[in-house]
């Protein structure tokens, strides 16, 4: 990987894409210090100090925003409104005919379904933004602090609109931001932005491990985090890596005097076919009924109940939940993602075949065969690392929020070997040499 990045950097116009690339994350991570109009900054840098790791329903979101969420600056809703408008689509994609046959139509369609998704992406800013403003204005943001009812100040309905349409312009300009690396930069824009505030609550969270630990002064309890995330790196990029080779072979056909197919090639599925999408379906559905809980008022018995059960991490119910859904939601989620029947009609209208299985509804039900029994190993692969640091870090004095847990572990993973393979691609066209030297 670094001799990559060293050979890029030789490399002129891509030496200029990796600096570009390098200025945009700059510019975001300036805009996650930059605190929107009407907050009180002293009162959230002391909720946020009072708060020291326990972010509670808010720490996925916060995450995702690189820290920005709690600071409640003009970047704090990050990428999650044009992460969830993505998904949205996609789903949305399989259930409207309309939006399938914009797929179909190539890169036109593609473009068209992008600009839906920058509209629901302000949309959604809209109304996040808008929870986050009441949820500051209450003192929820930070229930246990002394001054969060502070936090805003000015009541007025005036003040309030200037801070949320201030929070919709930063997500507009995060999702522009991102857009510009993948035009002008190295690619994958999103996808970089979201692994940079990601990345960016590291040594916070590493140097909070460090303090709290008790042996050396909380060195032993600090390398022992980092060598164990260490090793998680590595068993992620060798299942990350892993797939299923299905080969296809295509007949061969004679147009005029030319010959065509009789070529061998393969249909890679991945044993994580699904992501680290199913491990957001997941904590986000855990966090409705905990957030409904903290907004009602009384003392009824299902609050006490989510109030004990569902808000705490390292809770038995609240870890069997965990898992059950992220398995669901990968088998879900290649459910809608990967259709055996286009792929088998596909192959049979350009004279491909699975050798031993007939074309047509055969190699439909073969695929789907295969992806069923992949996708289990990859769906308890996604609950074992998701649960795995929260249940064996606790001694360390970990959180929800600790750095190697599984969201962020896979995020890092997935967009740095997708990073690497892009930049090496790139690499390859321009020092391609051909037969003729």
């Known amino acids: 990987m670094l001799t990559a990045f060293a050979r890029a950097f030789r490399t002129p116009d891509l030496r200029k894409k990796l600096l570009f690339t390098l200025a945009i994350i700059v510019v975001y991570r300036v805009g996650t210090h930059i605190p929107i109009p009407g907050v009180n900054y002293t009162a959230v840098q002391q909720c946020v100090t009072e708060a020291s790791g326990n972010q509670g329903l808010f ?7 690189g820290g920005a969420l709690l600071q409640i600056t003009i970047f704090a809703l990050g990428i999650m409104p044009y992460i969830t408008a993505s998904i949205i689509l996609q789903l949305l994609t399989v259930v409207i005919p309309r939006l399938e046959a914009l797929k179909k139509e190539g890169q036109a369609g593609t473009a068209k379904i992008t600009q839906y998704t920058r509209y629901l992406t302000v949309a959604l800013a809209i109304l996040q933004g808008t929870g986050l403003v009441a949820t500051a204005r209450s003192g929820a943001l930070f ?3 002394s001054v969060s009812s502070q936090i805003v100040p000015d009541r007025a309905i005036f003040t309030t609109i200037v801070m949320v349409i201030t929070m919709t312009a930063g997500t507009a300009v995060v999702m522009w931001l991102g857009e510009l690396i993948t035009d002008r930069g190295i690619g994958n824009g999103m996808s970089i932005l979201m692994f940079i505030s990601i990345a960016a609550t590291f040594p916070s969270a590493l140097w909070a491990i460090k303090k709290q630990g008790t042996l050396a002064d909380g060195w032993i309890e600090f390398c022992t985090v980092i060598a164990v995330g260490l090793v998680m790196v590595g068993l992620v990029v060798f299942v990350e890596q892993a797939q299923r080779r299905i080969p296809v072979q295509y007949a061969k056909r004679m147009i005029g005097r030319r010959s065509y197919g009789g070529t061998s090639t393969y249909i890679p599925l991945k044993v994580n076919q699904a992501g680290v999408i199913p491990v957001i379906f997941a904590s986000s559905l855990l966090y409705i009924p905990a957030l409904v809980a903290q907004f009602s008022g009384g003392t009824s018995t299902w609050k006490t109940w989510v109030e004990t059960n569902l808000t705490k991490g390292d809770h038995p119910i609240y870890l069997v939940s965990y898992f059950l859904l992220i398995v669901f939601f990968a088998f879900f989620y290649v459910a809608i993602s990967f259709n055996p029947e286009e792929v088998a009609d596909n192959m049979k209208k350009y004279g491909g075949f699975i050798p ?5 509804r055969p190699t439909a039900e073969y695929l789907s065969y295969v992806l069923n029994r992949i996708t289990w190993p990859g769906s308890l692969y996604l609950g074992l690392i998701a649960l795995v640091p929260t249940m064996a870090l606790v001694g360390f004095g970990a959180t929800g929020n600790f750095p190697f847990g599984g969201t962020s572990i896979l995020i890092i993973v997935g967009v740095g070997l997708e990073t690497v393979k892009q930049i ?5 066209q321009r020092n391609y040499e051909g037969f003729l030297r």
């Open 356 to 360: 031993g299985i007939r074309a047509g």
């Open 143 to 145: 229930g246990t602090c």
């Open 424 to 428: 090496e691609s790139q690499l390859q």
């Open 59 to 65: 720490g996925l979101v916060n995450m995702f925003s």
